[in-house]
């Protein structure tokens, strides 16, 4: 798994997210929990995985879509 995205939007990795599931790249959230552990106050970023094999065309879907890609 490579990541993708870092961010501490929520919306943000929500429209990455249907973007990619709409590409057919699956994408996994990392530190979600911790995210939420902090009480939400946005000081910890959540990550946006993609599988080694997906990484250039989910950055190339991103960019497309104006969202800039770890």
């Known amino acids: 798994m ?3 995205l870092r961010t501490t ?3 943000k990795i929500a ?3 249907a973007l ?3 590409e057919g790249i699956t994408a996994f959230q990392m530190d979600v929990h911790m995210s939420v552990l902090e ?3 946005g000081i910890l ?3 946006l995985m993609v599988a080694d094999a ?3 065309e ?3 879907v991103l960019a497309d879509n104006g969202l800039d890609g770890a």
């Open 20 to 22: 990619l599931e709409g």
């Open 45 to 47: 970023p959540r990550r």
């Open 39 to 41: 009480g939400s106050i």
């Open 54 to 56: 997906d990484l250039d």
């Open 2 to 4: 490579k990541e993708l």
């Open 9 to 11: 939007d929520p919306v």
């Open 15 to 17: 429209f990455a997210t």
């Open 58 to 60: 989910a950055r190339a």
